[in-house]
């Protein structure tokens, strides 16, 4: 069974920047892309970024230019950059990958902004 582990949540201030690892079970080269999702409360979940397998990228509008994402072979895992935080970034973030047609995700991990 394919796993996924966010790490790296935590209290940020309005305007730093904060790091989301996740890792994978197995070889990320397997997940066709890998995406981030976040969900704050009492909001639907929304896409916020993704990464193919050929490393091309996109992002929503509300993150463009702040946040990166990045896959890392070696560690299987899937980095998201979060730079110039701001408050409505709060919210709790779930990495999920297409894995061999499957929809993987893992359990999220909470992002605070605060000052």
């Known amino acids: 069974q394919v796993q996924l582990v966010e790490f790296g949540g935590g209290l940020v201030q309005p305007g730093g920047s904060l790091k989301l690892s996740c890792e994978a079970s197995?070889?990320?080269?397997?997940?066709?892309?890998m995406a981030w999702y976040r969900q704050a409360p009492g909001k639907a979940r929304e896409w916020v970024a993704t990464?193919?397998?050929?490393?091309?990228?996109d992002f929503a509008d509300s993150v463009k230019g702040r946040f990166t994402i990045s896959r890392d072979s070696a560690k299987n895992a899937v980095d998201l950059q979060m730079n110039s935080v701001k408050p409505e970034d709060a919210a709790t973030y779930y990495c999920?990958?297409?894995?061999?047609?499957?929809?993987?995700w893992g359990k999220g991990t909470l992002v605070i902004v605060s000052s």
């Open positions: 999920n990958g297409e894995y061999f047609g499957m929809d993987v």
């Open positions: 990464i193919a397998k050929s490393r091309i990228t």
């Open positions: 197995r070889s990320i080269d397997n997940f066709a892309s």
